[in-house]
């Protein structure tokens, strides 16, 4: 399945440089590309269920310059309303998880979030 990073383009270096700080090693060499998946404000992707089908989402989230500042982020599974799930973060705390997506798509072909994202969507660590 063909997915919109492969067609990611990486944000400006102006862009990036503002997240720079919050991130480090090869982090940095990823970020560009997680920041202009951020920029989007959207993804599609499938969340993988260990011995099941994966479930289709989509996750929208507001888009801001500053890294300091919160973000809601809001995923819908199934195309199904009573199925949204919504979280607020820092923007540079949601931009390490899209980062983590990129790299793991890169790694496995999945486009998804990784298991501590789904904790803090779910609040199941509050």
């Given at each position: ?122 609040r199941l660590d509050e």
């Open positions: 399945m063909a997915s919109a990073l492969d067609q990611l383009k990486a944000a400006s270096k102006s862009d990036a440089v503002v997240y720079a700080p919050y991130f480090q090693g090869q982090k940095r060499t990823v970020l560009p590309y997680a920041i202009g998946l951020y920029q989007k404000g959207s993804l599609e992707g499938e969340r993988t269920i260990e011995g099941g089908e994966s479930i289709p989402f989509v996750a929208t989230w507001f888009v801001s310059k500053l890294p300091s500042e919160l973000t809601r982020c809001r995923l819908q599974f199934e195309g199904n309303a009573d199925l949204s799930y919504e979280v607020d973060m820092q923007n540079s705390e949601f931009v390490s998880h899209l980062l983590e997506i990129i790299v793991n798509y890169k790694r496995t072909g999945q486009v998804d979030f990784s298991r501590t994202f789904y904790r803090k969507l779910l």
